[in-house]
Each structure stands twice: as C-alpha cells, then as structure tokens.
C-alpha cells in the first residue's frame, strides 16, 4: 500500500500522548527528572512490543529503545534513528491536558473553551493561514498542548506501524529512542550509545511543515556567584556588603536594546539570566550563553565577566566567582562532515511533494548532543507551533506529511546503500 492510501494513526496516538502528564523539572537532580515521563514511555514501550518490535522497552533512565528489523536484502544499509522527546517544558502545566479537534480549520480565531482569554489567531500566529482546511488540534485553554514534542513521538510510533504492518517497503534497520528531559537540557545525558547502535539520526521536534533544521546555538552555561560579608543591621556601618546589592547592580548593568534574547533574532546571539537567588553573604545568578559561532561563546562569557568584576569593584570587600559549564554545540559542525545526512532528508522532502527550506535553530535539540556523541542528528518538522504554552497548536496533516517523509528517507537511505 502506497503511504498516501494508509490510514494514519498520528492523530489518535497524539491525543492518548498529550492527556499523560509528563513535564519534566529543572530543580530535580534525578534520572528522568520525574518519574511521570515514565508513564507514557512505559505505554510507548508496550504499544512497540504489540506492534512485534520484541526488543522495545523502558530502561530504568527513562529512555524507550526499539528496532523496527532490515527488510532490505542489502547488508551494508546504515542504521536510522528516528528521536523524539517525551516531556514539556516546565513553562506552562502539562497536567490534565484536553486535547481538542477543530476539524476543516476554516482561518477563524480559535476560543479555547476552559479559557475563553486564550485566543489563537492568525495575526499572532501566521502558519495558520497555511493550514486552513486542515484538521488543528489545541488545547482547552489551561493547559499546553505538549505537541512538543509528543508529536514527534506520534509521528515515531506511526511510521513503525506503517513499516511493521507494511514488510515491502525495503529499508534497512531502523533504531527509534525517545528520551525524557529534552526540556531541561538533560535529553540524552544518559543514553547508551552502543546499544543504540544507529550510524545516522533525526529527531522529530521541528516547527512549520518544509522547515529541516541543520543548525543550532551553540550553549553554555554561566553561574556567577557574588559573596558579601554578614554583619548585624544594627552595628553594620563600614561592615556590611550585601551580596544581593552586588549581584543587582551586576543584573543592572546588562545592556537593555542588545544582547538579549528579547532584542535579537537571527544569527545573533545572546547572554539570558534565568535565575537569580541569594541572601546577604552569597547571591547567585545563572545565565545561559548562545550564538551560533562556538568561538563567539568565550568572547560573551569574558564580556559578562568583567561586568561582574566591575560591580564587585563597586562594592569594596565583596568578592566573586564566575563558572561555565558547557551544555551543548551547533550541530551544523558535525553535519558539514556527513553532507548525505541533510541531502536525503531533502530528497524526501521532495517524494512528499514538500518545498524544502533549510532552516537555523535559536535553541537546541537532542540532536544537537547526540550529534557530538557520535550520531549525526538534524531535525524534521512535525508542525509543532506555539509551544511552551496554551496557545500551542498542531496540524494533522503536518504530522502525516512528517510520517510520510519518514517512510521515504528510510527508503532513501536503502537505496544508496
């Protein structure tokens, strides 16, 4: 059966997914993070065994493994692996999510019943216009949707019904992985590289239907830690420095129309305060650094630096301190050496009928460490849109497409083998 006559199961998987709360969370040092990610990787796992995939399961990290078995005849077929995530963004709840099915979008604002506030409109998101008379699935209006990236995982778990049930189309081994933790920067901490055992991936965590995605900020991490001397209120002339004042003045002196995430876009990059907390002897602020040049990333931190050094100078006694600790690098690195990666994924795009539009990632993906860890990994479209929070939406038809791109790039790798 070709992949334009298949019934498509996405939907129905997406709409099971997305009702399973499984928001991750940044203040937990635990592998996964919460244990309810493992909730539906325990339901993803059971539904791959059902499908004959007798090797899936759940290790205790949270990760789900499985492989969809050769049908080529060809030995030399590289091994695929097609990645996505199970958690959200702790931006916004993911519990008790109700999944809505606005059937034949005719480009009207969408009112989400539990929250008639929260209004989705083509004026604040445009990609809908693109999709009128598609079906679009939201959320009630108090929740996100979690399309993020619970349909990469509906697009995942499709495709293996499709190819299982479907043992003509020749591909060759074909590893699926999904991860917890994706949202905190933990996707992949943990995962077992050899037992994956894939010489090429892509995860499904993209945006507009045509976007595939090489690049991606390279990131760092940058904590700056200020310490005052503790003196009694009442007795505290020339004796006290409060580590707070320090670390506000340090805040305060970041520039206000540049190098932050609210005035830049493009290539360009950023420092971001995330959090900031202390009390009178010590204060903490941690920021994340991003551009897409690594080199570029030294150049910001030594600019953050001496701006704390200069409010630490401003404050006679007090001291700091200043870490970075690497989170992640742009992917388009690896991908430069292995070219094929991206041309395939192109090519498949094509055999779907889809205009192809290489796209840059103001953020990070699985893909972006994995790519580093030895498995080359660009990124798919699966028309996730307004994620992180209730306006979040995702077209049906996006995520069919997605499907079908997948069947024709595992037939595309088989080919050139």
Avoid at 316 to 337: A, C, H, I, W
Wanted: proline share 5%; aromatic share 6%; hydrophobic share 35%.
């Amino acid at each position: 059966m070709p992949i334009q006559d298949y019934a498509h199961t996405v939907a129905e998987r997406f709409m099971r997914y997305v009702q399973i709360d499984t928001q991750s969370d940044p203040t937990s040092a635990a592998q996964p993070s919460t244990e309810k990610q493992k909730d539906l990787s325990r339901i993803l796992a059971e539904e791959l065994q059902a499908m004959g995939l007798t090797d899936a399961h759940l290790d205790e990290h949270g990760y789900v493994y499985a492989t969809i078995p050769a049908t080529s005849g060809k030995e030399n077929v590289p091994v695929i692996c097609f990645c996505s995530h199970v958690d959200t963004a702790p931006d916004c709840s993911g519990a008790d999510v109700k999944p809505i099915l606005h059937r034949n979008y005719d480009g009207s604002d969408i009112v989400l019943p539990d929250d008639n506030s929260v209004v989705i409109t083509t004026t604040e998101h445009p990609y809908l216009t693109q999709r009128i008379g598609d079906d679009i699935i939201t959320a009630s209006g108090k929740t996100l949707l979690g399309a993020d990236d619970k349909a990469g995982v509906a697009i995942i778990m499709d495709l293996a019904r499709y190819l299982t049930t479907h043992p003509e189309v020749p591909h060759g081994a074909i590893r699926i992985l999904f991860t917890p933790d994706e949202e905190i920067g933990r996707g992949v901490a943990a995962v077992d590289m050899t037992k994956l055992g894939a010489h090429y991936g892509y995860t499904l965590d993209g945006g507009e239907r045509g976007h595939l995605e090489g690049e991606t900020f390279s990131a760092d991490a940058a904590i700056v830690t200020f310490n005052g001397i503790s003196a009694h209120p009442g007795y505290a002339k020339d004796k006290l420095v409060h580590a707070i004042k320090v670390a506000s003045s340090f805040v305060d002196s970041l520039p206000k129309d540049t190098w932050c995430p609210e005035r830049t876009d493009g290539r360009e990059g950023f420092v971001h305060p995330v959090s900031i907390q202390g009390g009178l002897e010590q204060a903490t602020v941690q920021f994340i650094v991003r551009d897409f040049d690594t080199a570029m990333l030294a150049a910001h931190e030594e600019r953050l630096k001496q701006l704390a050094a200069q409010a630490v100078a401003q404050f006679p006694g007090s001291s700091m301190s200043f870490v970075v600790k690497e989170q992640y690098r742009n992917m388009k690195e690896v991908l430069d050496t292995c070219p094929q990666v991206m041309d395939y994924a192109e090519d498949a795009y094509r055999r779907a009928g889809i205009d192809v539009e290489r796209m840059s990632i103001r953020g990070g993906t699985d893909g972006s460490r994995l790519s580093f860890m030895g498995l080359p990994c660009p990124n798919i479209f699966t028309g996730e849109m307004g994620i992180h929070s209730k306006q979040e939406y995702v077209s049906v038809q996006d995520m069919e497409k997605a499907v079908e791109i997948l069947v024709h790039l595992a037939r595309i790798w088989e080919e050139k083998a």
